[in-house]
């Protein structure tokens, strides 16, 4: 009987030594110590990105990091489109991120509401986005993400154009402002540009940053307004800070 419980017991040693070895031996081997992202950085930085994906204790290991991406997805992050990733060895991962092509946010109740070029809205979020241009002053009416915006103003229509333009000329236009009356005003960077109420504003758009790059330090109002083919003159004055 006392042989019997002795072997029993160096059973289940062995079984508890051999798998202290596996786990030694895959903590030694198998530790994610190499994570390359590939992504465009429009919204989040390299490190953003591995702090927001690597979020769970076991994506230390890399097959444990692979396991609970195939069989539970990775978590959903805002701006992301989609994330995938690639196991390049033992110890190394790459992120793959597809940002979102977001044209522009409104500022409703107190959130920010992105929204893409069909103006479909995608994200919200409690503080202003960075790099996305904020409309002001047109009528949203209600707001679902997932859901175009049916806004009660034909404005909605020609600011799709507008953002369309400023994106093709590589404008950074931090707000798009519109009156009662829908005449426009950008701010770029710290200067102020009219552009006024008109069909279409390729003309305008495409020579802004020449017309821009004509002028010294400082801030300045640049009055478009009244341009047009037959009328390339541009009124700038000094904006007081």
């Given at each position: 009987?006392?042989?019997?419980?002795?072997?029993?017991?160096?059973?289940?040693?062995s079984?508890v030594?051999?798998?202290?070895?596996l786990?030694?031996?895959?903590?030694?081997f198998?530790?994610?110590?190499?994570?390359?992202v590939?992504s465009?950085?429009?919204?989040?930085s390299?490190?953003?990105?591995?702090d927001r994906?690597?979020?769970?204790?076991?994506?230390s290991?890399?097959?444990?990091?692979?396991?609970?991406?195939e069989?539970s997805?990775?978590d959903?992050?805002p701006?992301?489109?989609k994330?995938?990733?690639?196991?390049?060895?033992?110890n190394s991962?790459?992120?793959?991120?597809y940002e979102?092509?977001?044209?522009?946010?409104v500022?409703?109740m107190?959130?920010?509401?992105c929204f893409?070029?069909e103006?479909?809205v995608?994200?919200?979020?409690?503080?202003?986005?960075?790099?996305?241009?904020?409309?002001?002053?047109?009528?949203?009416?209600?707001?679902v993400?997932?859901?175009?915006?049916?806004?009660s103003?034909?404005?909605?229509?020609?600011?799709?154009g507008?953002?369309?333009?400023l994106?093709k000329?590589?404008?950074d236009?931090?707000?798009?402002?519109?009156?009662?009356?829908?005449n426009?005003?950008l701010?770029?960077?710290d200067d102020e540009?009219m552009?006024?109420?008109k069909?279409?504003?390729?003309?305008?758009?495409?020579n802004?940053?020449?017309?821009?790059s004509?002028m010294?330090?400082?801030?300045?109002?640049?009055?478009?307004?009244?341009?047009?083919?037959e009328?390339?003159s541009v009124?700038?004055?000094p904006i007081?800070?």
């Amino acid at each position: 009987m006392h042989d019997r419980v002795l072997v029993k017991r160096m059973i289940v040693y062995s079984i508890v030594i051999v798998f202290l070895l596996l786990v030694i031996f895959f903590i030694a081997f198998f530790q994610l110590e190499n994570v390359e992202v590939i992504s465009e950085g429009k919204y989040y930085s390299d490190s953003e990105i591995k702090d927001r994906v690597l979020n769970h204790v076991t994506d230390s290991f890399t097959y444990l990091f692979a396991l609970r991406a195939e069989t539970s997805g990775l978590d959903e992050i805002p701006f992301v489109e989609k994330l995938d990733y690639e196991v390049v060895d033992k110890n190394s991962i790459r992120i793959y991120v597809y940002e979102r092509q977001i044209a522009g946010s409104v500022l409703v109740m107190g959130k920010y509401f992105c929204f893409d070029r069909e103006g479909v809205v995608t994200d919200s979020t409690d503080t202003r986005p960075e790099g996305v241009v904020l409309v002001t002053g047109i009528d949203v009416g209600n707001i679902v993400i997932g859901q175009k915006i049916e806004s009660s103003s034909d404005i909605f229509k020609g600011l799709m154009g507008l953002v369309s333009l400023l994106n093709k000329n590589n404008i950074d236009a931090s707000e798009i402002s519109y009156d009662f009356r829908g005449n426009i005003t950008l701010m770029v960077d710290d200067d102020e540009v009219m552009l006024g109420e008109k069909d279409n504003y390729d003309l305008e758009i495409n020579n802004l940053k020449s017309i821009m790059s004509t002028m010294g330090e400082g801030a300045f109002r640049f009055d478009l307004r009244y341009m047009d083919s037959e009328n390339m003159s541009v009124t700038a004055k000094p904006i007081d800070k």
